[in-house]
DNA sequence: GATGAATGAGAATTCATTCAT
DNA sequence: GATGAATGAATTCTCATTCAT
């Protein structure tokens, strides 16, 4: 395991960096650190990723492919489907989104620490690669927007990307925080993370739909 | 005039720092670049603040008590009022304390900066102070609650926690990415602020308010 | 001396230095060492100098002003004297240019070993500076020539580069391969260094001057 | 068939590496770059060779084997062959090793530059095997004086080791600063290079023979 | 013979900090 | 109060070299 197998000292460098990143930033991480949890030497470092900064940007293109993966299947709605089934297809196709998106932070909080740290910096990675960072696993969702106020099942004139905005920041935070909230929460924290899904969702929902379709409740 | 000089370099200092902070972080920012951009010797730091750390805990010290200063006059409502007023009363404070909150942060994203960084590493120097930093601004908001519910105006069986964690999520984050929203929005970027605070507080007031209560529409 | 002294500081720290390159070049050069022996910590060359190739070129250009200074006066002739003298005094011209040459190089062999380090590595740092590092001290030599060959003294259609390149060449190598000479000559070295003068000038001018004129002899 | 390779891999980084410490020197060169340029494992120098060092030991090895080869037909004067062509084959002699020792720089200026590295760092490898070297290709010029003297062909009294010393130096410059001869002379360089030859020659011969005897212009 | 992974020593450089004036 | 010189520890990074296959 630890004698002479690239491919498991370079995954191993990038899951200790990616912790080292996500939990001290760029610059409070340190190759020496990361070397040792990661069990190798400082140079091995310099050997697959040239430097402190390529092994930064390497940590965040993995996680970028994670949710590019997440994407590929989020908000999936065969938009040619028969109409009648609409009215419920399309809330059902939100919620599912939504916690999709949501349990792959659950399962990535460094995910999301990553991208927050980004963005406090100003985003000097990330923004030349993605502009719209709220857009991460929600390209889908401006379609269905349109299909469902086309169908009367979701509310016209919206601002669909303040909505985004918020979903993003409603699912966001618990990770940002997480360290505080699993204290306050103590032993509650994995029950009360699974309700937060529930509040977000049943908020964005009521936000979303025409008053006139009914659709929370039935998933409790 | 020297006293005042004393004074006034200190406060450079300070709010030198505070930027430097909360755009780069307590390990990112740089001493050097701190008395460089404040115009001022390095030794003026260690002069006032003892050091980094010192200066950085100030920053943090210096923001806290102008949300605590907002925290005196957050969600007021005088709870001894006559009881045919609440309906209309209770609404309209919840729509207070989130307005006031998010002007808040409009005026001070080094605040929001901060926290969210402290945060993010776990928060080294608040966690002592601050037990929970969502309530900072909302303490009140807790007994207004109850008393909407004493009174049927809000929904009974409110996780409320779950509630301000949202209005923090939804209202930070507007400057946690602020960089790209200013690239993103661009001119309209003053006017979709402003909106959002209009979307955020629907979105609450319709989440925490009976169904039979009319909250939103009659604001703009 | 040692104390708070930033002029001091940074010239010694020039003067180890200089003697570092010379003798090891750039890259066998060691901070540590130059900072060990200018007995000052070697963050102070980083404080006066940047970095160890800021330091290198300092003392290039240390070396270049001093070679500048004696370019000023050398081969000193005023042409607009009368024209009975300058068959005497074009030589003894030439020779003194020659001897102050020599025996600033005896003073400065590290001059001689930067250079020619300089030189053997294609010139990386020097040859944006100076293009023709042939004619430092020799400028003047092209124009006592043309008078030289227009009154009758020096021979015509000589090409007067390749005489400055052999003076440089014949009056360089001493000090390049200065450690080999100082033990083979041994306690003849001094006597040996101030022959080697007379020799160059000699057969500089039997092959610059007219066979008519007596140059040499007369000199000892 | 692997034997040749072998055989083709070492000479392939010997050859790579005489041009890096040519260039660079010992610190400079980096056996990375080496084996990169080689187009071979860098493990393949250490099997080789040992060790960096062992490898410049190695290419100066090599260099010298070089111009011991042209030693032994250097300064080719049969001493014992008929006085009455002396006064001819003397010059003659001399004027020949010069070329032969002058085209042998020019078709190995990494030799030039080798030597002239090692005694500017004082030749901490060469010196022990080669004490002086500056004979290196003139051992039988001392006898040829001598001879010469003897026969009234030569100046006496001259200081041989100077005139040879000044040999070297107006040999070696042009491979020294060959880049900066090759930007100054351009198109011009191969001629300059050719003529450079014909003023050394004429320099040292008319420093050397006695005046009576004509050296010069008859070689051409 | 050949290769790429791995290493430890040491390089240059930067940092926060303190001293002397 | 203010300044620039000076420091030592730690940082990132590079080097020659060795190991395992």
Redesign the interface.
């Known amino acids: 395991m630890k004698q002479r197998n690239a491919e498991c000292s370079r995954s191993k460098i990038l899951d200790v960096a990616e912790v080292e990143f996500?939990?001290?930033?760029?610059?409070?991480a340190s190759v020496n650190i990361i070397a040792e949890k990661a069990e190798l030497n400082k140079r091995m470092i310099y050997h697959y990723f040239d430097s402190k900064e390529g092994l930064y940007q390497e940590v965040l293109k993995v996680n970028f492919n994670k949710i590019f993966e997440l994407e590929k299947n989020a908000f999936s709605l065969n938009i040619h489907e028969q109409k009648e089934n609409l009215s419920q297809k399309i809330p059902q196709s939100i919620r599912q989104g939504i916690a999709d998106y949501y349990n792959f932070l659950k399962k990535n909080p460094n995910y999301v620490?990553l991208i927050?740290?980004e963005?406090?910096?100003?985003?000097p990675y990330i923004?030349k690669l993605i502009?719209?960072?709220?857009l991460l696993g929600f390209e889908k969702l401006l379609q269905i927007y349109e299909l469902g106020v086309k169908n009367g099942i979701l509310k016209k004139g919206l601002?669909i990307m303040?909505?985004i905005?918020?979903i993003?920041?409603?699912c966001?935070?618990?990770f940002?925080?997480q360290?505080?909230l699993k204290?306050?929460w103590g032993a509650d924290y994995d029950q009360?993370l699974e309700?937060?899904l529930e509040?977000?969702t049943?908020?964005i929902l009521?936000?979303i739909t025409e008053n006139t379709h009914i659709t929370e409740g039935d998933a409790n």
């Open positions: 996500a939990n001290s930033g760029l610059f409070g620490k927050t740290r963005e406090l910096a100003g985003g923004h502009p719209d960072t709220f601002d303040q909505i905005i918020s993003n920041a409603m966001f935070i618990p940002t925080r360290e505080m204290e306050i009360k309700e937060r509040h977000i049943n908020m009521k936000e």
